[in-house]
């Protein structure tokens, strides 16, 4: 990357949904939940909060640099928050986060339902503890996020149990979605993810099932990877991303996956853990 060009790329931390997974058939592609980090030049936005970000944060520790950061969140289901509990810079004094989400209201806060998260008798240290200037900012799916002049975050709704939010990131006349935890209607594209990926550059999109797989699994909140393909060529997305894997997913059915993907929409990948992406 030249010098003059502002850094913008995606690192998964965590690609697996429902439950972490600590087998070795699942190594390869990685067993953490949801975790993404986006660099958009001096800026860093996290997405989810997964198992993953235990790494991620541990990482950012060792840049040994005050860390000022957004974490937008999908929604609040325990695969996606579990980390955060264990995210080691909320502990530390000097770095400042500002933490995102757009399903709760009018009901919930996100201050709340962390609180809830981080008591008696679930968890035995409460948000009290954390030492960072940490600000709780709730906002409503389909509001467009003003987090820097020089970032656009864009949002949706998403069809999941309890809600979830669907994000656009733009920096620097590029863009990348993420798309995790929704249900699609057989035969009937979401309109209001299409709007959403037109034209992105990078897709990352909840591909728990099959298409094989998902009659048995209407109404759990998830989608396919061959529903991801569709969505990607009816709206021009760049590369396609399947994210989200089954815990029931090995490493080899993953490859299988792969490799059909390959055929269906070439050019089009896996999140596996470690991957970075740049658009």
Not at 13 to 27: E, P
Not at 64 to 92: E, M, N, R, S
């Amino acid at each position: 990357m030249s010098g003059d060009t502002p850094e913008f790329s995606v690192r998964f931390w965590g690609v697996r949904g429902s439950i972490a997974t600590a087998d070795a058939a699942t190594l390869r592609y990685g067993g953490n939940t949801s975790s993404l980090e986006v660099r958009c030049g001096a800026r860093r936005v996290l997405l989810d909060a997964g198992t993953g970000i235990r790494y991620a944060g541990l990482a950012m520790l060792a840049e040994g640099k005050p860390i000022d950061a957004d974490l937008l969140l999908t929604h609040t289901h325990l695969d996606h928050i579990v980390g955060l509990p264990f995210f080691a810079p909320f502990f530390v004094p000097g770095h400042r986060f500002r933490l995102h989400a757009g399903h709760l209201l009018p009901d919930y806060t996100i201050r709340q339902a962390i609180t809830e998260l981080m008591r008696a008798p679930f968890f035995p240290v409460p948000p009290e503890a954390f030492r960072a200037d940490i600000a709780f900012c709730d906002f409503r799916a389909g509001e467009t996020l003003d987090i820097s002049p020089e970032i656009v975050i864009r949002t949706v709704a998403l069809n999941h149990p309890n809600g979830a939010t669907g994000y656009r990131i733009e920096f620097a006349g590029k863009s990348i979605c993420y798309l995790t935890d929704t249900e699609h209607v057989i035969g009937r594209p979401d309109e209001s993810i299409l709007r959403l990926i037109a034209g992105t550059d990078i897709m990352i999109y909840d591909a728990t099932y099959t298409d094989a797989e998902f009659p048995n699994h209407l109404h759990w909140g998830h989608s396919t990877w061959q529903e991801g393909a569709r969505l990607a060529n009816a709206a021009g997305v760049g590369t396609y991303v399947v994210f989200h894997h089954d815990p029931g997913h090995d490493d080899a059915m993953l490859d299988d996956i792969a490799a059909e993907l390959r055929q269906t929409r070439p050019g089009s990948l896996l999140a596996r853990e470690g991957l970075i992406l740049r658009p």
